[in-house]
């Protein structure tokens, strides 16, 4: 269990998803968003969620000051056919996404940084999604979920959004947007950090 060497932390994300799998680690999560701003100039998608996860983290420690606690920022792009998909911002995005990822294969990107002891350290991994064949209707059924808000991609894998995915390579809780086998590796000292963390 991840809560061996991070008993509690502070996440510095809205993600319910990322929280509930925390703590099915046994991990004591306190919820601190950071609302960061997300514009950047990256256009390869592990240099964005990098870039970002950092931005989140950088943040989250101007806000919370001094802290005992480890700081956990994260973020998930999609990426496809050399397009990048981040969280759509209306349901006409939503609806354009998710004809695309039913499409094609799935690069799906998340990233990590944590500060702890007063180091900083992370990483990104990633894992591919195959879609299934969705008419028009399934779309909209989905859609009337609402899932697709606050997604990146338009779909949430811990919902009803699994309904709509054929097969996955990789670790699941990328998609989720936490590469939690990743984490687990380096907080063992099994991988070595990102070098520009």
Same mark, same amino acid.
């Given at each position: 269990m991840l809560s061996r060497t991070l008993p509690k932390i502070i996440l510095a994300s809205q993600s319910p998803a990322r929280?509930?799998?925390?703590?099915?680690?046994?991990?004591e999560v306190t919820v601190r968003p950071t609302w960061?701003?997300?514009?950047?100039?990256c256009t390869d998608a592990r240099d964005v969620v990098t870039t970002l996860s950092?931005?989140?983290?950088?943040? *989250?420690? &101007?806000?919370n000051g001094e802290t005992l606690l480890p700081v956990l920022a994260?973020?998930?792009i999609i990426?496809?056919?050399?397009?990048?998909?981040?969280?759509?911002?209306?349901?006409e995005e939503a609806r354009l996404q998710l004809k695309r990822l039913c499409r094609g294969t799935q690069e799906v990107w998340s990233a990590w940084a944590l500060y702890r002891d007063g180091a900083v350290i992370g990483g990104a991994d990633m894992a591919i999604v195959h879609f299934k064949a969705l008419d028009d209707a399934a779309i909209e059924e989905?859609?009337?979920l609402g899932e697709w808000m606050g997604? *990146?991609? &338009?779909?949430?894998?811990?919902g009803r959004g699994r309904s709509l995915i054929a097969s996955i390579e990789g670790d699941e809780n990328v998609i989720i947007g936490l590469p939690l086998a990743q984490m687990k590796r380096t907080l063992s000292g099994g991988l070595r950090p990102l070098p520009h963390l």
């Open positions: 929280k509930m799998v925390l703590e099915a680690e046994g991990i960061a701003h997300e514009e950047h100039s950092r931005r989140k983290l950088d943040s *989250a420690l &101007a806000q994260c973020d998930t990426a496809i056919d050399g397009v990048l998909m981040g969280k759509p911002s209306s349901v989905y859609l009337a997604a *990146a991609g &338009a779909y949430r894998i811990q």
